[in-house]
């Protein structure tokens, strides 16, 4: 069983610290695609996300495939949306401007909804946007990685119901699934995209989706081809409904070794109730947000409603930069990230608190973590106010 | 160091069996994708891929994506090709015909230019069909994994550059690279896409690619935007670049496990002379296919120039299947593959001989292979004429 060496707790915003277990996955001996012992080991990956996603409904289906969650994007722009048919995105952060820029590749029109920084669209807003075009699919980043904003899912997903229903719910959950609550039934969603590196608590290279039932039928009423062949839900539909059901089926070749690795996290995650899960990264990022207060200083989202449980972003005090205090935290033994946002790049650091670094309690990420940006701060020349 | 448990000895024609090392390096604790230490491991393993496909033009590019094979055609398709040009398709089997229907996806006409099976086109053939209409590339699959069939890519590019200058010549070297010849420069080769899982002998989960200066000159001379996004080279150039130069840089979460056992893989590879392991795969071919004739039994590719040398495609005697002998196979610790062309898919089995399993002396796969063949055959009632 593989012992980590020593190496500087990892507490981006993605990819996270992975558990030994996991990483141990990763080394399996290899396998054929196409023989039962790994059609077996994905069937049950797939069964395990309906888990995760809290979906009962036998109609939604999950789809893994090998790829960055960008992925995703691109899966949502080539099924789900003709050419020329319109998208509305709603922007909290760098993550929409590229969601959007996706979208105009695959020859759809992308209208976005902005917020200012730290802020989210409102609900009044997006009705009124709704009401004004009608629009294929509606996509909203639900954690911005680039911003830690959070946005509401269940009133949202309500509100599109209510006010154009015909329009898909297509949620980009790269940085919430695992460590924000999603419930796709409940809430009607239509599109859950991520990816294995974040809160799943996986190595990177997995894209990861679920597709309600609803979404599928709107796929199969497409006019025209879809406009991507990796990506195609033609292509994987059939091999997705294939593994789950334990028959061998070959599109393309999947990563034995991820999708090992995927089953050793996702059958982490599920030992314990979900509810539990969503509590302890709630629990850990009060106490995070709670020392950058006492510290002195301010989160880009705005307040407590629209601030993220699995990563915060933090503004730099007045006239310390990311490249001064990241290397400062780097010599106490913790990565953050710097600024992604272009508009402030230079003003803030990210700090991301997901998977294992929150849930085993003999790991000391967090406590370190905030010890070292107290001190690294103080370092670099910072007196609180 | 990871010892692998007993397993089966995986000889289908990839994913093949790896290394320890490399497993190893699948568990490779958590790193950022924008941190330095990553950045040098990506920018050496870009460096490697140079030696690998032996280019010395600075105007060649790299490129390694998350994903599988496959993504290389949709790089191709959505890259180098504009909708409505046209792609003259060599078929030597299966994959002509999927890389086919990726171009048809993207908006470009793919002429298929057929062998009957176990053949490849004719290069007279070859050129009266460049002669007859501007193609914008012309694709050769260098080892068809359904077949076996190996291309000839030198005379064939000499041709190609001759008769239709400003065709590109891109080459689906999937089930080649690291067991086959390739000479990028000096074969006047545009493009060569491959995927890590098989000769390169790193797990599934990347998708590789060699593209030419001449190539990204047609690339930056589109006259509509790629149609891709996450296959976008827009997206990716700088990012390739910029690692290769050893600067953080961001477009998609890259999978720094898959990336850390791609360096090793290629670090043993460049360990010894190419030459040498060309020559190793060539001789291991040869010992495997006498063996077969021996038996009594054909391959599909039909005659020695045209047989690949890192797997053979075997006809099953009369009136024996695939699900009759790879069981047999299985019980004395070999998987080789069912058929996968479609027209005599239940006809053959196929055997993958590349990487470890050729050249790790103390390995003796191939042996326990052609005895279990030879003992799995008069099992299942075959007797030798």
């Known amino acids: 069983?593989?012992?980590?060496?020593?190496?500087?707790?990892?507490?981006?915003?993605?990819?996270?610290?992975?558990?030994?277990?996991?990483?141990?996955?990763?080394?399996?001996?290899?396998?054929?695609h196409v023989g039962q012992p790994f059609v077996n080991t994905f069937s049950e990956v797939l069964a395990m996300l309906r888990k995760l996603f809290q979906t009962t409904d036998p109609a939604s289906q999950p789809i893994v495939l090998s790829g960055s969650?960008?992925?995703?994007w691109d899966q949502v722009a080539a099924n789900l949306v003709e050419p020329g048919e319109e998208a509305l995105v709603l922007h909290t952060g760098y993550f929409a401007d590229s969601f959007?820029?996706?979208?105009?590749?695959?020859?759809?029109?992308?209208?976005?909804?902005?917020?200012?920084?730290?802020?989210?669209?409102?609900?009044?807003?997006?009705?009124?946007?709704?009401?004004?075009?009608?629009?294929?699919v509606l996509t909203v980043t639900h954690v911005d990685t680039s911003t830690g904003v959070l946005s509401e899912l269940k009133a949202l997903s309500e509100l599109v119901h209510k006010v154009s229903p015909e329009t898909?719910?297509?949620?980009?959950?790269?940085?919430?699934?695992?460590?924000?609550?999603?419930?796709?039934?409940?809430?009607?969603?239509?599109?859950?995209?991520?990816?294995?590196q974040k809160a799943i608590g996986c190595p990177a290279g997995l894209s990861i989706l679920m597709v309600s039932g609803r979404?599928?039928?709107?796929?199969?009423?497409?006019?025209?081809?879809?406009?991507?062949?990796?990506?195609?839900?033609?292509?994987w539909l059939p091999i997705m409904q294939n593994y789950e059901a334990k028959k061998p089926s070959y599109f393309a070749t999947p990563s034995p070794q991820l999708i090992h690795a995927l089953h050793t996290s996702l059958s982490q995650i599920l030992s314990r109730p979900l509810e539990q899960r969503f509590a302890d990264h709630r629990a850990t990022s009060q106490k995070i947000k709670k020392a950058i207060t006492e510290l002195g200083l301010k989160q880009l989202?705005?307040?407590?409603?629209?601030?993220?449980?699995?990563?915060?972003?933090?503004?730099?005090?007045?006239?310390?930069?990311?490249?001064?205090?990241?290397?400062?935290?780097?010599?106490?033994?913790?990565?953050?990230?710097?600024?992604?946002?272009?508009?402030?790049a230079t003003k803030y650091v990210r700090f991301g608190h997901m998977g294992v670094s929150v849930t085993d309690p003999r790991r000391s990420d967090i406590d370190t973590a905030i010890e070292a940006l107290k001190e690294g701060l103080i370092e670099v020349g910072y007196k609180k106010a």
Chains 1, 2 share one sequence.
């Open 1 to 32: 069983m593989s012992k980590q060496p020593p190496h500087p707790a990892l507490l981006i915003p993605g990819p996270i610290e992975f558990d030994d277990a996991v990483l141990d996955a990763m080394s399996h001996y290899s396998e054929s």
């Open 69 to 72: 969650g960008t992925l995703g």
């Open 100 to 136: 959007a820029d996706c979208f105009e590749t695959y020859g759809v029109k992308a209208t976005q909804l902005k917020a200012p920084i730290g802020e989210r669209p409102q609900l009044d807003e997006i009705e009124e946007a709704l009401k004004e075009k009608k629009y294929k």
């Open 168 to 196: 898909l719910v297509v949620v980009d959950g790269v940085c919430s699934v695992g460590c924000e609550e999603i419930r796709f039934d409940d809430w009607g969603l239509d599109v859950v995209l991520t990816a294995s």
């Open 215 to 235: 979404a599928i039928e709107v796929f199969k009423a497409r006019k025209t081809r879809p406009t991507s062949y990796f990506g195609s839900w033609k292509n």
């Open 301 to 344: 989202a705005s307040k407590p409603e629209n601030q993220a449980n699995g990563m915060t972003a933090i503004y730099l005090p007045e006239g310390i930069t990311p490249p001064q205090v990241l290397p400062s935290l780097m010599k106490k033994g913790v990565i953050f990230a710097g600024g992604l946002h272009k508009e402030i």
